[in-house]
């Protein structure tokens, strides 16, 4: 966990520094990013940090979510996005969210969704006798096909005859090249804890024969070109099964946009929750979106409950990114120290408030710097 494995980095720099957007967003996304933020000085590598005040509250008051040509300047001009989290119940139809967090995933082309599902201590798993080695995989969510993409619509709105489709996207080339990210990833070394590096793929193709007819039939063609990769299968009822019963087995799932997401928040479950679940919405070598796994929740915004793990995590992560991969293993060693002592908020037991819990990382950076 420490340790980074990351293929899908940038080319290093060209003598100039990184430059990073931050859209902290709605809720609790701004106090977990500030939280995270405090990170960049004590990692001693410095980024030109540049905040985008794109949220619930910007567009209540301007009408604008992702304005004309953010896209092209983020992609052009940024190396990364680091992204706090959307929604807000003043938004009811969520067209923030939508324009901003859907509009850079598809805009950006970040068709790797990559969510660690990496256990920090066994006090936080909810199943019973399982250890820190047990729960330790990745899961590689396809991020710009699927249902998510919107197409569909509906007829008869609101009467007793109403019908409404939405549909599931699937093309050749984006389920091949997320099949190939999970190979990719597979075969660094490290990425594995086993002899020979695992890749499972999820679908359901027993109930869904086109479109994930589509998903067997390309995973079969790429496996075939990893004859040293060990390559299974799992219909998404049984995988959810086996996320809780053998966690062990996983080292990196490969699966769709829907099953991706409803799976990772299981993911996030065996580890202590939210809090702890970190992601990234990748386009390997270009510029990317790092993000917690939650959301806004409005529930705890503004009381100090947050959990900012999750937020330190990703900023790891993003490091990771930019190729400055000591850089995240040491947050990541900082986040694990705070766990394994205990210096957490209440959603993992603890007792500290947000920025109690940022002090406690903040001094397991320097203490770690200094060793
Ligand atoms: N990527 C995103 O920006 C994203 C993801 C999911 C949901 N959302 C949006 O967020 C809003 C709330 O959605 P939701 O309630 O379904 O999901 P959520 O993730 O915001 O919250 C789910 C539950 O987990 C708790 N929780 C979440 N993060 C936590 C943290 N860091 N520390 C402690 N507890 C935490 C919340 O208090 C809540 O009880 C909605 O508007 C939704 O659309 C945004």
Known sequence: MTQSVYPFGLAPPSGRRRRIAVIAGDGIGPEVVAQALRAVEPLGIALDIQHFPWSADHYLKTQETLPKGALSELRDHFDAIFFGALGDP?????????????????????????????????????????????????????????????????????????????????TRRGVERIIRAAYTLANVPHASSHKTPRVCMVDKANALPHAHGLWQRTFRQVAAEYPETTSSHLFVDVAAMEFVRTPERFDVVVTSN??????????????????????????????????????????????????????????????????????????????????????????????????????????????????
């Open 90 to 170: 003043r938004v009811p139809d969520g067209v923030v969210a939508k324009d901003v967090l859907l509009g850079l995933r598809f805009g950006l082309d970040l068709y790797i969704n990559l969510r660690p599902v990496q256990l920090l201590d066994e006090k936080l798993c909810p199943i019973k006798g399982k250890q820190r080695r047990d729960v330790n995989f990745w899961v590689l969510r396809e991020n710009t096909e699927g249902p998510y993409v919107q197409m569909g619509g509906s007829f008869k709105r609101d009467t007793p005859d109403e019908v409404a489709i939405s549909e599931d996207l699937n």
């Open 258 to 371: 829907l099953f991706g997401d409803i799976l990772t928040d299981l993911g996030a479950a065996i580890c202590g929750g939210l809090g702890v679940a970190a992601s990234g919405n990748i386009h390997p070598g270009r510029c990317s979106l790092f993000e917690p796994v939650h959301g806004s929740a409005p529930d705890i915004a503004g009381k100090g409950l947050a959990n900012p793990l999750a937020a330190f995590l990703t900023l790891a992560m993003l490091y990771d990114h930019l190729g400055e991969s000591q850089a995240g293993d040491r947050l990541r060693r900082a986040v694990e120290q705070v766990v394994l002592a205990g210096l957490v908020t209440r959603d993992l037991g603890g007792q500290l408030s947000t920025s109690e819990c940022g002090d406690a990382v903040l001094r397991a950076l320097t203490g770690a710097t200094r060793n």
